[in-house]
């Protein structure tokens, strides 16, 4: 392994270890826990739902559906050909703080499903970017928190989430 990336994996395990001790306090796991479902494949489905109702913003349940799908394919690609393990997995001393997960590591699902939403509010309700793009960012903080992933996983997750919805957005007429 070369020098450069001994010194990011000693980088992610530092993060790691001072972010995984946050769940070690009752409260902030509990609002660790309800941010990071944020980030999960259901929030954007119940928003396309409710955005489904109305004639006008029913544009914007049909551009998160195809983001999303388009979003999650090469993601799970990936995870599959880098098959890295998570964190917890990896390091005695990182705890998983949420439910034991199957899959690997690289790149953050909730994260890029996050930054998806995000960037196809963003498009939508320009006002509202910078807290959607504030709470995309929140989730992928808790996936680090909960010892699920490594900042290069969110990192990679917020840019997938956030390229691929706007290159279908660019399709827009």
Partial sequence: MSVYLMGIRR???KVLVRLNSIIEHRVLRGLVLAVTQLGEMITPFILAGIFLVNTATRPVAFLLA???FATFIPVQLIKEAVARPRPYQAYRNIT???PSLKDYSFPSGHTTSAFT???VLAYFLPAGAPLF???AA???LTRMILGVHYPTDVF???II???IPLFLLALLP
């Fill in 11 to 13: 980088f992610e395990y």
């Fill in 66 to 68: 195809a983001a999303h």
């Fill in 96 to 98: 998983n703080g949420g």
């Fill in 117 to 119: 939403t995000a960037t």
């Fill in 133 to 135: 793009y504030t709470l």
């Fill in 138 to 140: 929140l989730v992928g």
């Fill in 156 to 158: 990679i997750g917020s």
């Fill in 161 to 163: 989430g956030t390229v």
